[in-house]
């Protein structure tokens, strides 16, 4: 069974920085896709980035887009979500999950299969 095990979440000024990682243990990076959702609670979940296990390209939303930097650490079965310039309407929770870094299915949690526990992030002064 995959688990998915984030950290590096935490309280963090606008404009400020934080780090996430998601730790896989024994999955295959250079197979498998992983991604990034936020969910404000009450609202939709958002998709905000993911990479693919096929060739390791990364997509983000236009929301976080120059902002948030997704990579992967194959060998740790590890990403990171390095996110910059955080804004207030960013303050949600953070997922990551496996899934289809393909095409629109990107957008849907529904087309992920296993995913973290979540990890909040309040973007306030």
């Known amino acids: 069974q995959v688990q998915l095990v984030e950290s590096g979440g935490g309280l963090v000024q606008p404009g400020g920085s934080l780090r996430f990682s998601c730790a896989a243990p024994?999955?295959?990076?250079?197979?498998?896709?992983l991604g990034w959702f936020r969910q404000v609670p009450g609202k939709q979940r958002e998709a905000v980035s993911c990479?693919?296990?096929?060739?390791?390209?990364?997509w983000s939303a236009d929301s976080v887009a120059g902002r948030f930097t997704l990579s992967k650490n194959i060998a740790e079965s590890t990403v990171y979500l390095q996110m910059h310039n955080l804004k207030p309407e960013g303050t949600a929770f953070y997922y990551c999950?496996?899934?289809?870094?393909?095409?629109?299915?990107?957008?849907?949690?529904?087309?992920?299969?296993?995913w973290g526990q979540g990890t909040q992030v309040p973007v306030s002064s």
């Open positions: 024994g999955l295959p990076l250079d197979t498998f896709a």
């Open positions: 990479v693919s296990g096929s060739d390791g390209s990364v």
């Open positions: 999950a496996t899934g289809d870094c393909m095409g629109d299915s990107k957008y849907y949690p529904r087309t992920y299969d296993y």
